[in-house]
């Protein structure tokens, strides 16, 4: 059973930053691609960032120019670092590790940002 566990959520103004980390308990680099997504309340759950295991990253327009993904394969960790933040990034974050076969989720670390 793959465990992923997210990590580095918390309140932080507007204008500012947050690192979340995504730990799972088997090699990052058996995974297809580990994604961020978000979900805030009353909508429903969204993509925001991919790390391919062929280094091709992807993201949300959303995010784009203020979200980094990075895979860390020796640390079974990715990271995604928030800059720039809005309060609709206000949100519940959930890690998403794929295998190729199956999705394993995390229960997810919330991000709340003060305007």
């Not at 091709?56 to 980094?68: I, W």
């Not at 949100?91 to 190729?100: E, L």
């Amino acid at each position: 059973q793959v465990r992923v566990v997210e990590s580095g959520g918390g309140l932080v103004q507007a204008g500012g930053s947050l690192r979340l980390a995504c730990i799972v308990s088997r090699s990052t680099s058996t995974f297809a691609a580990i994604d961020w997504h978000r979900q805030a309340p009353g909508k429903q759950r969204e993509f925001v960032a991919r790390a391919g295991n062929d280094r091709n990253n992807a993201y949300a327009d959303a995010v784009k120019g203020r979200f980094t993904i990075s895979r860390d394969n020796a640390q079974n960790t990715v990271y995604l670092q928030m800059n720039s933040l809005t309060p609709e990034d206000t949100a519940a974050y959930y890690c998403d590790a794929w295998d190729y076969i199956r999705h394993y989720w995390g229960q997810g670390t919330q991000v709340t940002v003060s305007s």
